[in-house]
C-alpha cells in the first residue's frame, strides 16, 4: 500500500508545483513563444493523464527504489534522469515535427521537466521517511 501512498505524495507536488509553473510563472514565455499552435485553453483529460501516468513512471524508476534504500539523493539524481529524458522525448520530438515549435521552449521545457522531477522525487522520498522507515515495506 505504501507506493500508492507515495504515488499521491508526489501527485499533489508534482501537480501543485506544475500548476504554479505553468499557470503564473512562466504563462506569458509559452504564450509568447509558442503563438499560433498553443490552444486557448488545454485539454484537461489529456491533461490528467499525463500527470497520472507520469508519475506512475516517476515512482516506478526514481522513487520506490530510493525509498527502499538510496535516500533522497538517489531519488533526485533518478529523478532528474526520468524527467530529462521525458521532457527531452516530447521537446525534441516537437521541435523537430511541429512547424513553429520554439527552440527556447524546448531547451527551457526541458530543463523544467528536470529540475521538477527531480525535486517531486526527492521530496517524496523525504517525506514518507518521515511518515515510515523505508526500509520496511
Known amino acids: 500500500m505504501r507506493p ?59 522513487v520506490w527504489p530510493a525509498f527502499n534504500g538510496g535516500g533522497w539523493t538517489q531519488a533526485a539524481l533518478n529523478g532528474a534522469f526520468f524527467g530529462f529524458f521525458a521532457y527531452l522525448t516530447y521537446d525534441a520530438t516537437s521541435y523537430s515535427v511541429v512547424e513553429g515549435f520554439d527552440p527556447v521552449v524546448a531547451v527551457v521545457d526541458t530543463v523544467w521537466g528536470t529540475i521538477i522531477t527531480g525535486f517531486t522525487a526527492a521530496t517524496t522520498v523525504w517525506i514518507g521517511a518521515l511518515i515510515w522507515e523505508p526500509s520496511a515495506s
Open 4 to 62: 500508492v501512498y507515495l504515488y499521491l505524495i508526489a501527485l499533489v507536488i508534482f501537480f501543485t508545483i506544475d500548476f504554479v509553473w505553468l499557470g503564473f510563472v512562466a504563462k506569458n514565455f509559452y504564450a509568447e513563444r509558442m503563438g499560433a499552435i498553443m490552444r486557448d485553453s488545454p485539454k484537461l483529460s489529456v491533461a490528467a493523464l499525463f500527470y497520472a501516468v507520469y508519475v506512475i513512471g516517476l515512482i516506478y524508476f526514481a
